[in-house]
Every structure is written in C-alpha cells, then in structure tokens.
C-alpha cells in the first residue's frame, strides 16, 4: 500500500475518533492544526456575562470522541487560562473518551522553581489545575526547563520545533563561517543541538538576570570573532536578553546576526528594543503565539508549526509512538521526523 493510500486511511480513521476545538488564543492554529488531519474545527461560543465571567459552550456532541482543545497559555493569560479550564471541564462532563490540552506555549514553565521565600511554584500548581479541570492528556511545545515536563501527572508529549528551523536555515541562510549562540548556559542543550543538526559549532553568553525586564550579559563563552550569528531562545518575551546579548556581540562580529525563538511574545518595550538593532537581519519565530499587529517587530518571520502538532495528535489517535518529536529526543534518532 502507498503512501497515499495509507494517510487517506489514517483520514478516515480519524475523522470517526477526533474532534478539535479551539479557545480565543490562537484559532488559526487550531484550524491549521485540523485541516492537517482532514478535519474542520468543531464550534465553540465563548463570551462573557455582564459580571465579567466566561460563558463556554462546545457546539456539538463530544460523546466518546477523542476531544484536542487547543488554547496557548499566552497574553492575556488568565483570560486565555480559564477559558482552557472551562473547555477541559465541559469534555469530560459531557462524556469524552479522552480530553486532550493542547497548549502550545505553556507560559507558567518559567515559574519553575522555589527562588525566594513564599512564592508558588506556577508551572506545578497550573499543571495540576488542568488535570483537575479534565485533561488526560498535556500536548505542549518548548517547556522553559526540562524539569517541568515533571510537573503534569498526565501522559504529555513534550514537542519541539527544532525541524522546521532546521529546515528554514539551510534553505534561506548562508551558513558559512557560522555558530549558533544561545543567551546563557541553561539553554546551551538545545542551541547545540541545533547546531549539530546544521554542522555548526556552538557558543553560549554569561547571562545574569536582574529582573523580569533587565538581565545582563558579562561575556561569551566560544568563539564567534568574525563569525555569522543564530541566536536561539525558547522564547522572545522583552527581547531584553536579545539586545544584551547583541550588545557584546557586536564588538566581536561584523556579520548579519539572526535571532531565533519557538514562542515569540513580544511584550512590553520588546518591538521597539529590537527594531532599534540594526545588525539583527530575520528574527524567526513560530506561531504557537497569534501575534496582533503591534506586537510583530520589523524582520519577522513566523514559521507553522501546526503540521507537527497535527502529526502528534495523528500518532496517538492511531497508537503510534510520538518519541521522535519530543523536545529532548537524541539528535541522531530521526525516526518519524521525514517532512516535519
């Protein structure tokens, strides 16, 4: 049987099994994510009462289906929070046979750890709300840490989209005389992997964080004198770790300096920060995060990353295994990944 043959019949399969909903975060991720699997995006109301709570309501029958609600954790969160918690609720109070989170940018992974006295741990406590909600089931992308792949008591499938800008940059960049650089040592896994993937060598900058909007950058660790720059980052938030970053780069490389990250935010001064870096030529990000007009800096591109999702869902409706595409799968194991 070809190929053909085989995904029309995994389509039909499907078609009788899943049903994909989406919240107000980002529904043409949803609706890409659904038409990869041959399916349309089932309906949902979502508004508000005049006392400012949410009224959700699931347009149809999700009985013994196998239900995907894809909601980001992104700006405005709480909003974008609760509405996933009323969407999980409703599946599993109507009789779903599986509940699936979708969450594409899970935005509490940076709450991590207990770094001061009295503080909560919000990437635990939120994953244990949404099991608590109705999820059987966390599909995420890019977890800030490893460690909060920990946090959810539910099987979940930790994704990454480290194909898709591997394919981009060996089809758009010139990667002569090139080096990936990721901003600090906690993420120096993933740009080496990276740069594996595209034969380059690696380096990592001497990041401090002095507070949400302001870190600073003491130096470089490896050698990028002279050399093209792929810098990587889970995520854009401030773009305050960027500039610094660039910064030092600056006085070390006359050559074009490409910024990439799985989710970009672009909050607060993060626009006008990076539209002010003239050496910075692409800044590349994916659409885990719908992105209104003044929140897109000049030199964006954003790359889908729906068919990966569409392909997890895919592999789990038909009991296949989903190991390959997980964020910290070993770089030499390629199996699953061909046109992802």
């Not at 959810?152 to 394919?167: E, I, M, Q, Y």
């Not at 302001?214 to 500039?243: H, L, N, P």
């Not at 050496?279 to 954003?302: A, C, G, S, W, Y």
């Not at 070993?330 to 699953?336: I, L, M, N």
Request: net charge positive; charged share 25%; hydrophobic share 40%.
């Amino acid at each position: 049987m070809g190929k053909p043959q085989r995904r029309a019949k995994d389509v039909s399969l499907i078609k009788d099994k899943v049903l994909i909903f989406s919240g107000l975060a980002n529904e043409p991720l949803a609706r890409e994510i659904a038409e990869y699997l041959g399916l349309s995006l089932s309906p949902t109301i979502i508004r508000k009462f005049s006392n400012d709570n949410y009224y959700v309501h699931l347009g149809i029958s999700v009985r013994s289906k196998e239900v995907f609600i894809v909601q980001p954790i992104a700006p405005p969160c709480s909003e974008n929070l609760m509405q996933l918690f009323f969407m999980l609720d409703i599946a599993r109070g109507a009789g779903a046979r599986g509940v699936h989170a979708v969450v594409p940018y899970y935005s509490y992974a940076r709450s991590d750890k207990k770094d001061a006295p009295r503080i909560s741990i919000g990437g635990r406590l939120i994953a244990d709300l949404m099991t608590t909600a109705g999820a059987t089931h966390i599909i995420t992308m890019t977890l800030h840490s490893p460690q909060v792949h920990g946090f959810f008591s539910v099987p979940t499938d930790h994704l990454t989209a480290h194909s898709v800008f591997v394919n981009y940059l060996r089809e758009h960049k010139d990667l002569t005389n090139a080096v990936v650089v990721s901003p600090d040592i906690g993420h120096a896994k993933r740009a080496l992997k990276l740069a594996q993937a595209l034969g380059l060598p690696a380096a990592a900058g001497e990041k401090r964080r002095l507070s949400d909007t302001k870190v600073v950058v003491d130096g470089i660790m490896g050698d990028v004198q002279g050399k093209r720059i792929f810098i990587v980052d889970d995520e854009i938030a401030t773009a305050g770790t960027i500039v610094e970053l660039v910064n030092v780069l600056r006085t070390k490389t006359c050559q074009p300096i490409t910024v990439l990250g799985t989710h970009g935010l672009f909050t607060g001064p993060a626009v006008e920060r990076l539209n002010a870096v003239d050496e910075i030529d692409e800044i590349i990000v994916t659409n885990t995060v719908r992105l209104p007009p003044e929140r897109r800096p000049r030199r964006l591109r954003v790359l889908s990353v729906a068919h990966i999702f569409g392909e997890v869902i895919r592999r789990n409706v038909l009991g296949k295994s989903v190991g390959a595409l997980f964020e910290f799968w070993p770089a030499s194991d390629r199996e699953g990944r061909e046109g992802l």
